[in-house]
């Protein structure tokens, strides 16, 4: 069984910064691509970031500028750096992989509180 465990959310003002880590556990053969996406209340689930196996990265149009996607293979982590953080990047944060184990299969973590207020 595959597990991707988010960490390092939280409150932060306007102008601040946080860093979010994933780290996936379980029997993995390869992980593909792998990415963040937001929730905010009342609205749909929005890709935030993605970077493949082989790095390249993809960003939305709202980050781009302001967050940094990164991953370490070897550990099985995926990073979001995000700085200059708005009011309206207040969501849940939820970390999604492409994993191969014994099949291909897409997983989700369990989201983490991202809060930016004054």
């Known amino acids: 069984q595959v597990q991707l465990v988010e960490s390092g959310g939280g409150s932060v003002q306007p102008g601040g910064s946080l860093r979010l880590s994933c780290a996936a556990s379980g029997i993995i053969f390869r992980i593909d691509a792998m990415g963040w996406y937001r929730q905010a209340p009342g609205k749909q689930r929005e890709l935030v970031a993605t970077i493949t196996s082989g790095g390249s990265r993809n960003y939305a149009d709202a980050v781009k500028g302001r967050f940094t996607i990164s991953r370490d293979n070897a550990k099985k982590t995926v990073y979001l750096q995000m700085n200059s953080l708005k009011p309206e990047d207040t969501a849940v944060y939820y970390c999604?992989?492409?994993?191969?184990?014994?099949?291909?299969?897409?997983?989700w973590g369990q989201g983490i509180q991202v809060s930016v207020s004054s």
């Open positions: 999604n992989a492409g994993v191969v184990t014994t099949t291909f299969g897409n997983y």
